[in-house]
């Protein structure tokens, strides 16, 4: 009998031995604005993070097959919330994207509480570099941004006076207290700040204030419709002062309006010219499947799945399970990564580092008028 | 100097606010339907002149498409939807479910067609020119103030003055009345839909071209309407004209007082104060129950 059963676990071991190793399909989630005022937020962040997973899957990076599973915040905390406790308990995903400072620093308690790491590509307020362990930003953050544009204006241009519209919402709160402390520092002013609720759509009578106020520069703290909005009633208004905007005024809509002519807007530096062979796949590929030049938008998204896909890689080579807490060692582990951009490392916080580019917008597009490197 | 470009500007936005809510009232007074759906109505024929217009097609075309496609949906989910379920008795909550639901179908339908981005009218009109130091108008502000003059002075023309403008008046009065007299009233609440929603197109192609579009854009409009028709008083129309003046001029003349966070709050601010101070509205009349 005992025989039997020893011959039967021999042939029993065999088999497995035999059979191919089973692929494990991965699922990774993404909290989006898919509806609502920022939806259009939702296709650029989707365009990159689907680009590389289907890079991933043709490379055979991992043992099976790479998903994403995505949920719609309407760039809203709350229902962000729901989102990201459906994707953790339901669909038991173990890295989630996400996008938008606010719905950020929400999601970011349920990630740290469940070893779920969070990515953010799009939110850029300074507070999300400090968002525990489990969350990391693929985006240099706004107070970089901050720092490389208000030098710039008050040495390089001369403007000195500033005044700041902002949105009522975690974001705009962070920009207007680095603003505050950034100009003293290089001999600018903030002359006036207006915060505007999230919802508001009307912005004639701020515009009579700002022009009242004289100010050289106005800067625009808002995301989504409301900025463009903002440019818009501005300028229609007789706002004639140099008009500055953060990254997340590189969208299609805002570059496209005519009255974004002659703007300032800051964002990560990326060389799409780069004869890198990660970043010359992005941009070949990209370009040809969607009809139109990546942004840094795309580019984030794009290498914060490519950062999965690296580190679930090297989990999975060594035997193991690919759970947050693994994929946070892994990270810990990993020096650098090969990513759209060059060959970059996060900083202890857990952000990775890029070159800030200022730029203006001409013509419908934005092009780069200094590049500023920071340690 | 600020005080004034404040009350011009605020004169501007709230032309545009009452002839918004001026068609949600009528629409609510005469027929008691809750139309939510009144805010993708301005989205229709926001959305309807933006695509004409940017076609190349001309002004009065874009205008044309704009004031059809607005009325025939405003009738149609009179016929379609609102009709039959008051014909099977459904409630009051019913109607002012299924008009929510048409209106997300709306919002969803424009962003699959046109996007969901930001788009805007551009034309030379929205620009302000220096009228005197410190004060910049837009000929588009003339436009609105003087549309809105002209639609609410024939809409109250049309009301008290011809026999269908009376016979509005009087479903909203007893329906059951109507009836004895031989009158349609199904006929009467479709021309309340037709001319309510007539009313929208000034206000949204004006919007179109000031602070531009997105397909959430009807939540908003339904907002103001909702609050100028409470604080007007519910089924006078002149009493939501006055609120959307009021509103408008608030909201801005607020910035004086207030920082700029607070304005849109000073609308539900002045909503509340009369649901507790007067609950009848400006015009309206108090009933007892």
């Known amino acids: ?375 | 100097m600020l005080a004034i470009q404040l009350a011009i500007t605020g004169l501007q936005t709230g032309a545009l606010y009452a002839l918004t809510a001026v068609g949600f009232s009528l629409i609510f007074g005469s027929t008691r339907i809750f139309h939510f759906a009144h805010g993708a109505t301005f989205v229709i024929a926001a959305y309807f002149f933006y695509g004409v217009f940017g076609a190349g097609l001309g002004l009065l075309p874009s205008i044309a498409a704009a004031g059809l496609g607005a009325v025939a949906f405003g009738v149609l989910l009179d016929r379609l939807v609102y009709a039959p379920i008051q014909r099977h008795e459904g409630s009051f909550f019913t109607v002012f479910v299924a008009s929510f639901g048409v209106g997300i179908v709306v919002q969803n339908l424009i962003g699959m067609v046109f996007g969901r981005g930001f788009v805007t009218v551009n034309t030379p009109l929205s620009r302000s020119v220096e009228m005197i130091p410190g004060v910049y108008v837009s000929p588009l502000a003339w436009i609105a103030i003087l549309c809105t003059a002209i639609f609410l002075g024939a809409l109250q023309f049309f009301l008290r003055r011809t026999h269908t403008g009376m016979a509005l008046r009087a479903l909203a009065d007893n329906p059951e009345l109507v009836r004895t007299f031989g009158l349609n009233p199904r006929m009467i609440a479709a021309t309340a839909f037709a001319v309510g929603s007539v009313l929208v197109v000034p206000a949204a192609i004006i919007t179109s071209a000031t602070t531009g579009l997105n397909p959430a854009i009807g939540h908003h409009v339904m907002l103001i309407s909702l609050a100028a028709t409470i604080v007007g008083g519910i089924g006078s129309v002149s009493g939501t004209m006055l609120a959307g003046l009021l509103l408008g001029l608030a909201e801005s003349l607020a910035l004086l007082v207030v920082d700029s966070q607070w304005t849109e709050a000073v609308t539900f601010a002045i909503l509340f104060a009369f649901i507790i101070i007067r609950p009848a509205g400006l015009l309206g009349r108090a009933t007892a129950h």
């Open chain 1, 1 to 375: 009998m005992t025989r039997h059963f020893t011959l039967a676990g021999a042939i029993v071991s065999l088999a497995c031995l035999a059979m191919p190793a089973v692929a494990e399909e991965h699922t990774i989630g993404a909290i989006f604005p898919l509806s609502g005022t920022n939806a259009v937020y939702g296709d650029v962040f989707m365009s990159g993070a689907d680009l590389a997973v289907e890079h991933i899957n043709a490379d055979g990076v991992l043992s099976g097959p790479l998903s994403i599973a995505y949920e719609d915040s309407q760039a809203l905390p709350q229902p962000a919330v729901v989102a990201m406790t459906k994707l953790v308990n339901v669909t038991g995903v173990p890295y989630t994207l996400s996008a938008f400072t606010g719905v950020s620093k929400a999601i970011s308690t349920l990630a740290t509480r469940n070893s779920v790491v969070g990515v953010n590509g799009g939110g850029v307020g300074p507070d999300l570099a400090e968002l525990g362990d489990y969350f990391w930003n693929v985006i240099p953050l706004a107070n970089l941004e901050m720092r490389a544009v208000v030098p710039f204006l008050v040495e390089e241009r001369g403007l000195k006076s500033f005044a700041l519209v902002y949105v009522d919402d975690p974001l705009g709160d962070a920009m207007h207290e680095e603003l505050e402390t950034i100009l003293p520092e290089v001999g600018g002013e903030l002359v006036d700040s207006f915060s505007v609720p999230t919802t508001a759509q009307q912005f004639s009578g701020v515009a009579a204030q700002v022009r009242a106020s004289g100010a050289d520069v106005v800067y625009v703290a808002s995301y989504g419709n409301q900025q463009l909005q903002i440019v818009k009633q501005l300028r229609d208004n007789g706002v004639d002062a140099q008009l500055v905007a953060y990254s997340g005024y590189a969208v299609p809509d805002a570059l496209a309006l005519p009255e974004s002519e002659g703007m300032i807007i800051t964002g990560q530096g990326v060389d799409f010219d780069s004869e890198d062979a990660v970043t010359k796949r992005f941009v070949e590929d990209y370009t040809a499947k969607f009809d139109r030049a990546p942004t840094a938008y795309n580019v984030n998204y794009y290498n914060a799945v490519l950062v999965y896909g690296a580190l679930a890689a090297a989990i999975e080579a060594e035997g193991g399970e690919v759970t947050g807490e693994a994929l946070l060692e892994a990270r810990r582990a990993t020096e650098s990564f090969d990513l759209v951009g060059g060959t970059v490392s996060f900083q202890d916080n857990g952000t990775l580092l890029f070159p800030i580019q200022v730029k203006e917008i001409r013509d419908g597009a934005a092009h780069a008028l200094t590049s500023v490197t920071f340690d």
